[in-house]
């Protein structure tokens, strides 16, 4: 991976389970060249299978209810570590990662 800056997204999907809306993220996320997207309330649950080419996706599908999770997608290439967020009233479907660096 270069040394260029990473360009890094916030999305809130309000669902992306559909076929449509996956397809409108892909394209957004090709057109604008983004390395990392933090998406919230992807609605997504365990029974629905999630993936963008040349993307890791790591997950946390809401379990309780309707709505939330959360997800973040990092292109291919780029080195990270899964971090563990205790789940909380607050913070209800976290997803956090650290990201290795070369220094």
Partial sequence: MSSAPLKIVIINCNSISSISNQLE??????NHVVDIALLNETFLKSKHTFNIFNYDVIRNDNIYMRGGGTAILIKKGIKYRIKSIPNNVVF????????????
């Fill in 25 to 30: 993220l892909k394209l957004f996320l090709q």
């Fill in 92 to 103: 209800q479907d976290a997803t956090g990662i650290q990201l290795i660096t070369n220094c």
